[in-house]
């Protein structure tokens, strides 16, 4: 493994980090370096079973107390147990109190009106992070939490529409729930910002956004549950390219365009070059910031019959049927003669899927020939869904592949 790319490697920060686990007895080899050379030499990268391993450790040696416990949703696999201490210490060259800043920069100022529509406790920290980070900026902020929680939309709106909110944070699903919500109750809200997290804003989905909000324009936070808000892109900035906040976080970008990120924040569990699951590209721009171009999720693959079966090649085939690849999803389940179930959720509605589409979607999909021997072999069936058949994790993100095998098979 090579590294084609990175953002700059601050070797004194590094070490003071180290330090301070070092202070506190941390059962775990944490040498310091002396450059980034140094560095890469003493800590390969981990996985998250390496660091699912990490956090065991330091949950059987007492260590995770006294501090906020967070989790990875263990949608597609375990959870990942984290955790944090960072506003026990704010001051004026601490995280939480520069990303206040970042924020009050370049996304949210005291004049808006912010809805956070971002999932409330399931172990996260995105909602309460978001809520800490407004207040002090002054915003007048409406604590939501998701949208479909909530059991009164027309006074949730109401609301809204009552102290004029102007900004929706959420998830792109929560985001799209509440606009739909508005147009079907004829409600009228002043959307100017859509903040969104967790997964992309697709074109088709921004299109009725911009229908109902004209004046709506599209901020994206880069982030995950281990590491917080660590990115932005504004609609000042070159589309995709997400400025980093690289006092805070050291990424690497590998010859595949793997990313490893290292956590300066001194988390309670030390993330050090992290394999964080994504792809993406760090860039260097003429004013020296660094910018992170991000791409999909590493090895969004499957196995059927033996095989392995990449998202990329089910993503080519909707779109050679003339299909939106934009938002879809896979769902692998058992039928009860123990075949493989591979469900292709595409994103339509329910009454478009007829017949000849399937049979056009069936053409392109058997282009993939490992997927078409499992079928052949009779190891596997292939069925369609909507839009409406999508499964959305506790936080509200679309991913696009689930794989139930290891559950009561089912009738498909």
Known sequence: MNIKSRTSFDVDKFNKMVDEYTEQSYPLDLPQVTSYEDFAQKYPPINKQALMAVSDTLIHGDK???C???STSGTTSAPLVLASRIFQ??????????IRGFMAEHVFCADDTVVNLLTAGCLGYNYEGMCRLLEPIGSTLLPVGRPDVMNNMPSLLGTMARFKANVLVGSPTGIIQIAQAAEKLDVDLAITKIVFV??????????????????????????ATELGFAAVNTPAMVPHSHLILSDWFFIEQTDAGELL???????????????????????????????LKIGQRVAEEFSLGGHRISLTLMEQALIAAGLPAEAFQVKLSTTDAGK????????????????????????????IPKLKEA???????????????????????????LDSRNQVSIAC
């Not at 493989?340 to 058997?366: G, M, R, T, Y």
């Open 64 to 66: 995770l107390k006294n």
């Open 68 to 70: 906020y416990v967070i």
């Open 89 to 98: 210490r704010v001051t004026e060259d601490s995280y939480p109190y520069q």
């Open 198 to 223: 967790g997964e992309a804003f697709h074109l088709g989905k921004r299109g009725f956004i911009q229908s109902l909000w004209p004046k709506a324009q599209f901020y994206s936070l880069y982030g």
């Open 261 to 291: 990120v290292t956590d300066l924040k001194a988390p309670v569990v030390p993330i050090i070059r992290y394999r964080i699951g994504d792809v993406g590209e760090v860039i260097q721009a003429a004013d020296s910031k660094y910018y």
């Open 340 to 367: 493989d179930c591979v469900a292709v959720l595409i994103d339509v509605e329910k009454s478009a899927i007829d017949a000849s589409l399937i049979i056009s979607l069936e053409e392109q999909l058997f282009h």
């Open 375 to 401: 079928v052949a072999r009779g190891v596997a069936v292939v069925k369609w869904g909507s839009n409406a058949d999508f499964s959305y994790n506790p936080r509200g993100k679309l991913n696009r592949l």
